[in-house]
């Protein structure tokens, strides 16, 4: 489905990605019991990957949907599951020096990095209304940044910049390989990709680290199902929904993350972070109205069903 597609049943779609949403903010909310159980990023770097590849196949296969791409198609998909594995490692790591919250909320600074990126790339217009939700985006950050960098270490917030740097990367590239493509078969060869890349650094250096107990391998296994049931919802609501309105759901993630490392990690919700994840949040949500605004369904060719 493409942005210009007409969506078939939205609010269907919106809640499918407020599913997913949830899926992935409560999937990071069982890392600190992996680590804790002398799990390490390696780990579930190699587990998700490992064990989300036959989940996707198998989704393709019962939904009849075709895997294989031609030779350029296929290595652009498996350089950018790579890329992505790298992704996945940096913002993991990243949770071991500073607070999952926080990292949540710089990652999602990667919208901003994309119009950006678009800016310098593409030509594309840096109108008045994405010029006040970057502006409120920074602000919140740098109140959410406001804190003791004797307690919180400045490589955790390094790393958390680096993911939102290559997740912004990839968003632009598979936007353009999906306008002609399926996602269901570009997330299946990214798998292979990540886990041709995590299994011979991962395996052969030794890094890997799992989990002692049951609680550390259930973990393990919750982070990989929940990635897994996230990532099928998120397909879902862009079939559903369209891309637009999916993205919109998915910024949720912010608030889920938030809420949840309170609740159940005793992270701090100070009124500053609370405003300053406000702030990131309005700011991401409106610059996917403004997007998803400038989108017109296309009108059907003649003949066209």
């Given amino acids: 489905m493409t942005e210009t597609d007409s969506p078939a049943r939205p609010w269907l779609g919106f809640f499918c990605g407020l599913g997913a949403a949830l899926c992935f903010s409560s999937g990071v909310m069982l890392s600190p019991t992996v ?53 996945t490692l940096a913002i993991f790591t990243s949770y071991r020096y500073i607070p999952i919250s926080l990292a949540t909320l710089i990652e999602y600074s990667y919208p901003l990095l994309t ?89 052969l250096s030794g890094s890997i680290a799992l989990p002692d107990g049951a609680a550390g391998i259930g973990a393990l296994l919750g982070m990989s199902a929940l990635s897994g049931t996230g990532t099928l919802l998120s397909l879902t609501a862009i079939k559903l929904a369209g891309p637009s309105r999916t993205a919109m759901a998915q910024t949720g993630e912010v608030v889920f993350t938030v809420g949840l490392a309170a609740l159940l990690l005793g992270e701090s919700l100070t009124p500053q972070k609370f405003l300053g994840a406000g702030l990131v949040l309005t700011a991401v949500l409106g610059l996917q109205f403004l997007r998803a605004k400038g989108v017109r369904p296309a009108r059907p060719a003649d003949g066209e069903l």
């Fill in 35 to 87: 680590f804790a159980n002398g799990g390490n990023a390696p780990a579930i770097v190699t587990a998700r990957l490992a064990l989300l590849l036959p989940i996707f196949l198998g989704y393709a296969y019962l939904a009849r949907r075709p895997v294989a791409l031609p030779f350029r198609a296929r290595l652009f998909a498996l350089s950018l599951g790579a890329i992505t594995a790298c992704q």
């Fill in 115 to 203: 119009l950006l990126a678009m800016r310098a790339l593409y030509g594309e217009a840096l109108t008045w209304g994405r010029l006040v939700a970057f502006a409120a985006a920074i602000t919140g950050i740098w109140l959410a940044l406001r804190v003791d960098f004797a307690e919180i270490h400045p490589l955790g917030i390094a790393l958390a910049f680096t993911s939102a740097l290559i997740v912004g990367s990839r968003m632009i590239a598979s936007g353009r390989f999906l306008r002609t493509s399926d996602p269901v078969r570009l997330l299946i060869h990214m798998q292979m990709g990540g886990l041709a890349v995590a299994l011979p650094v991962f395996g």
